[in-house]
């Protein structure tokens, strides 16, 4: 039962994350974030007690919360994705080569690290897309939800080595402040474009 | 009271008290004072001992214990303090002529109290989680509210943060390592992320296109900051990683991977300013290429010990404050910072013209300037070890030599009959002109700094011997 959680967890993670990379309303892109740290939150829970890693799911949804108040209050903007390629096509093609690429990675990582595979993946799929994500945009938004994302994706990998509860918090830290800087970018800009 | 409440945790608190606060003269004033104090404690104080001023007895202790993790800063720390928040006092006050002081003295105070506590936190691999979020504090200190943010803001969020992972992760292999020591994959398999986490860090190619861009988008004296202060902590934790590793230290690939990435960071730094149409992205080069020479001196370390590497920092630091101040001048009088929008401003801005070609002079290790010494030395140093190095650390010098006086014939056309007048301020003026003196007194006599550095290696158990 567990391990058909740990691969549903894994699959959730791939279906948001490729799901990032192809959105392009910022509520789609936000709801596909949140349902992701259920994924992360799994797939940590297996190495840390629940309480610690529920501790990440709040810091995502947070994260998540402050991301869309930033984009709500200037929500009548659309923006356009300014970095080359735009086609949803090629985006699903990386994304591709991308789960190819971390499967075959994750197969030796697993064995090194003593992870179950759906952790190993998850990890390195997350940040896989996360990096690609940066890769293909240059919205500061879009730009935050990537490093949300890769920082995931090492946070899952991290939690199976390292379990100081200091370490958690920064992190969840971190998150929560990268998320403000993404607000604090997305709202002085638009603010001063109006 | 600790050190670290002192030296971290209090300029934390007034950096947050600071940001407040809406008058710009007091701000400035309350963050020079208090950034002057703690420089002058760390000089004057000694750790670990009893005080007694009047009838009120105190003891600094050097460590503070924080959910189950410590911040020491020890007595060798105390020059190293003394250093960043002196140069930290210097920002400040030359912030003080423009428009920017606001946001610096609070936002400024608030990074360098978490850079300090990156390098006191033990274990030391902590660094990376507070580095990180001084990097996110830089955010709204680098953007300009109204505009779009620029590429070069975006790429140092997006390569900053990626640093921390590796460096976080090489930390857990490290304790393998000290666990077991013959195990040569994880010895491979750590040094790689260290190099990875190392060259995010400290913009080493081809992770260095932000320092470009930044330079050109933001405001040149919250840049200069960010451009001293990250790098030279980053040095100072890398130096942290080869004092603390013997294997790290001892291996022999190290030699020819700092003296490549170096001469790399020196060449490309050199030549592409030289080619630089725009006075911030040469600035941004400089700073390229001096970070390539710190590389330098680390490997040089071996034989010579710290102090070329030590050298470097406080004409760095001198030359980085008056070019940024120059440049911050021009920024807020001229269209752009492009060579052809600058034609001629020495009729009408002669101290920051001059500060802006001797800074970029004094990097470029012109003679009788503050930056000479060191580099001499090093070109000195290099040259016992190999002749082909020191003509490509020559060529980069160079380069931004050439860039100087690109610069300068750019500022000399003026047109005929144009009057020699300052629209400088008149504080903009007074900062300049002691910048000059500096950068020509560090020139003639730079054993006057001595005492500023001389006790640093003490921080390196190791790399000081």
């Known amino acids: 039962m567990i391990t058909i959680l740990n691969w549903t967890a894994l699959l959730i993670a791939l279906i948001t994350s490729v799901g990032l990379l192809l959105q392009r309303d910022w509520r789609v892109g936000l709801g596909l974030l949140a349902t992701q740290y259920l994924s992360i939150f799994w797939l940590v829970q297996i190495h840390w007690p629940v309480s610690m890693a529920a501790g990440k799911l709040v810091t995502g949804w947070m994260a998540c919360a402050v991301l869309g108040m930033a984009q709500l209050s200037n929500s009548n903007t659309e923006e356009s994705e300014e970095a080359w390629p735009q086609g949803r096509l090629f985006r699903l093609f990386t994304a591709g080569i991308i789960t190819a690429a971390t499967f075959g990675l994750s197969l030796r990582a697993s064995n090194w690290l003593g992870l179950s595979l759906p952790v190993a993946w998850g990890s390195l799929l997350l940040a896989g897309m996360g990096l690609l994500h940066l890769g293909i945009s240059a919205q500061p938004f879009r730009v935050v939800l990537g490093l949300l994302t890769v920082l995931a994706g090492f946070e899952i990998l991290y939690a199976a080595v390292e379990s100081s509860t200091l370490v958690a918090a920064l992190l969840s830290a971190i998150n929560l402040s990268l998320a403000l800087a993404g607000a604090y970018l997305v709202t002085m800009s638009k603010e001063g474009q109006t | ?465």
Not at chain 2, 65 to 76: A, E
Not at chain 2, 179 to 194: E, K, R, T, Y
Not at chain 2, 306 to 319: A, S
Request: with cysteine.
């Open chain 2, 1 to 465: 009271m600790s050190a670290p409440f002192l030296w971290i945790f209090l300029p934390f608190i007034l950096a947050g008290i600071l940001s407040l606060l809406r008058n710009q003269k007091v701000i400035t004033l309350i963050a020079c004072i208090f950034t002057l104090l703690l420089t002058l404690a760390a000089w004057l104080l000694p750790l670990d001992t009893v005080m007694t001023i009047g009838g009120w007895s105190f003891k600094l202790t050097s460590s503070l214990n924080i959910l189950g993790r410590r911040l020491v800063l020890g007595p060798p720390d105390l020059s190293l303090l003394a250093l960043i928040y002196g140069s930290a006092v210097v920002w400040f006050v030359a912030a003080s002529a423009t428009k920017s002081a606001r946001r610096l003295n609070s936002l400024g105070l608030a990074i360098v109290a978490l850079l300090v506590a990156a390098l006191a936190v033990e274990p030391f691999l902590y660094a990376a989680l507070l580095i990180e979020m001084a990097v996110l504090l830089s955010v709204p200190l680098l953007f300009t509210p109204g505009k779009y943010p620029g590429k070069g803001l975006i790429r140092f969020l997006i390569f900053q943060t990626l640093a921390m992972p590796f460096i976080l992760f090489s930390g857990w292999l490290l304790a393998g390592i000290d666990a077991n020591p013959g195990n040569l994959g994880l010895v491979q398999q750590a040094a790689i992320l260290i190099a990875l986490g190392f060259t995010f860090l400290l913009a080493i190619f081809p992770f260095h296109s932000w320092i470009p861009l930044l330079t050109e988008e933001s405001s040149p004296i919250t840049v200069g900051f960010i451009l001293w202060m990250f790098p030279t902590v980053a040095l100072f934790f890398g130096l942290g990683f080869l004092d603390h590793y013997s294997w790290l230290r001892d291996a022999p690939a190290l030699n020819n991977i700092l003296t490549t990435v170096g001469l790399l960071m020196v060449v490309s730094g050199g030549i592409l300013a030289a080619f630089q149409k725009h006075l911030g992205r040469i600035m941004g080069y400089a700073v390229i290429m001096e970070t390539g020479f710190s590389i330098l001196t680390i490997n040089l370390a071996k034989s010579v010990g710290l102090n070329l590497f030590l050298t470097l920092l406080i004409p760095r630091t001198l030359c980085l404050v008056v070019w940024a101040l120059s440049l911050n001048i021009f920024k807020g009088h001229s269209p752009s910072l492009l060579l052809n929008d600058i034609k001629g401003l020495v009729r009408t801005f002669p101290f920051a013209t001059s500060g802006l070609v001797l800074a970029n002079l004094a990097l470029a290790g012109m003679p009788l300037l503050a930056g000479f010494p060191s580099h001499q030395a090093i070109w000195g140093e290099l040259a016992t070890s190999s002749y082909s190095i020191v003509i490509w650390a020559l060529v980069g010098s160079l380069g931004l030599f050439f860039s100087a006086f690109r610069v300068m014939t750019a500022f000399s056309a003026a047109p005929e009959g144009a009057h020699w007048e300052s629209h400088e301020t008149v504080a903009q003026r007074v900062l300049l002109s002691i910048g000059f003196i500096a950068l020509f007194l560090l020139g003639l006599f730079p054993q006057w700094v001595l005492p500023l550095w001389i006790k640093l290696p003490a921080i390196f158990s190791h790399l000081g011997q």
